[in-house]
């Protein structure tokens, strides 16, 4: 489904991404594991279209990819940002309508919006909140709602659980899941490497720009190296 080659992607003189190749089967979870600055963000941006490569291929379903971002959207791909990024100053409803703004279909956006709200009850019942009155946890649903408006067939999630709490840290997890069922593919990069792990098909190990280990989820997560590395604290939460 995605194929990503020999990925370069520099910030000034910084080599950020060092020859980069992932696989993303369709109806996977593949997760990308690796610690803070180890260029998990770049590549997703890469991905959409929001960072230049300088060199590489990035090739979706047999064709490589626009590096326009809303060509990438409309190609199928939708990205759920870091930090959720949500519009503080708009309403549920109208942040969930934005991640529509591509589409003309009125009855299948109508159709997405109660999937959504099917997916997060809780949404519903703040349908005309203000998005920056939200909690963390909320907004992070928001923001997964939305990046599932614009009907995509893959969906890239950048720390999804990036400062919630444990208990919220299982519910989005457990969503993640539901996303799956939902016949997306997802493309995860988190830093709870045993979260990751745990809901994951296959899995990357990305470090200091280059891939260093790949292999089936369940296979990276018994392994004694990812153990110590990345699993010693985060397996508790």
């Known amino acids: 489904m995605l194929k990503v080659e020999n990925l370069n992607v520099f910030y ?31 590549l997703l941006n890469t991905i959409s279209g929001i960072v230049k490569p300088k060199e590489g291929r990035i090739e979706y379903r047999g064709r490589e990819l626009s590096r326009q971002p809303h060509r990438v959207v409309k190609a199928g791909i939708s990205q759920v940002p870091e930090g959720r990024l949500v519009f503080a100053n708009l309403t549920v409803r109208e942040n969930l309508m934005m991640g529509a703004y591509l589409r003309r279909d009125t009855k299948g956006i109508e159709r997405d919006l109660k999937s959504v709200f099917e997916l997060f009850p809780r949404l519903e019942e703040r349908i005309s909140q203000l998005a920056g009155t939200l909690s963390g946890g909320e907004q992070q649903m928001l923001a997964m709602g939305r990046g599932l408006m614009s009907s995509p067939e893959l969906v890239l999630l950048d720390e999804p659980s990036l400062g919630l709490a444990p208990l919220l840290v299982k519910t989005i997890f457990e969503i993640i899941e539901d996303i799956k ?57």
């Open 12 to 42: 000034g003189g910084i080599h950020a991404l060092k020859g980069v190749g992932i696989d993303v089967l369709e109806g996977q979870i593949v997760s990308i594991i690796g610690s803070n600055g180890a260029g998990k963000s770049t």
């Open 181 to 237: 069922r939902m016949n997306k593919t997802i493309l995860l990069v988190e830093q709870n490497a045993y979260k990751a792990l745990s809901v994951a098909d296959k899995a990357y190990v990305l470090e200091q720009g280059r891939i260093t280990m790949e292999g089936s989820a369940r296979d990276l997560l018994r392994d004694k190296t990812i153990q110590e590395a990345y699993l010693g604290k985060v397996q508790n939460t």
